[in-house]
């Protein structure tokens, strides 16, 4: 099973994703549950290095990938830059990307897939 745990700030911005795990529905290579999870978690990604790059002053992006099966990617907020409310949006949009594309293959696919998701309290 893949689990997905989503974590976001209380006003629901991105802060840090954390993937592992593998769908188990088809062979390797062929499995397009884990396919499907793989494209939206790098899409989200993606999403965010752009935002990173056009707003390094304020936040960045750690990502790491250890091994197959697991990705980790986080957000960075400079505590001495005040994040704009465009970069605000943005991450908010990231998380309800990163919700509804694995909440999606998560409920055709709920024995493949699980999503969780906690919320920061700062």
């Not at 390797?28 to 396919?35: E, F, L, N």
């Not at 465009?86 to 293959?105: H, K, W, Y």
């Amino acid at each position: 099973m893949i689990r997905v745990m989503l974590c976001c700030s209380a006003s629901g911005e991105f802060r840090h994703c954390e993937a592992s795990g593998h769908a188990g529905f088809a062979r390797r290579g062929k499995d397009i549950v884990c396919s499907a999870v793989t494209v939206v978690l790098r899409s989200a990604v993606h999403l965010l290095s752009n935002l990173c790059d056009l707003h390094k002053e304020s936040v960045s992006i750690i990502t790491e990938a250890s091994s197959r099966g697991n990705l980790s990617f986080r957000i960075v907020v400079n505590e001495k830059e005040m994040i704009s409310s465009e970069v605000a949006i943005r991450l908010m949009c990231i998380a309800d990307f990163i919700r509804d594309g694995v909440g999606s293959v998560s409920k055709e696919y709920p024995s493949c897939v699980q999503l969780s998701e906690s919320t920061l309290d700062f």
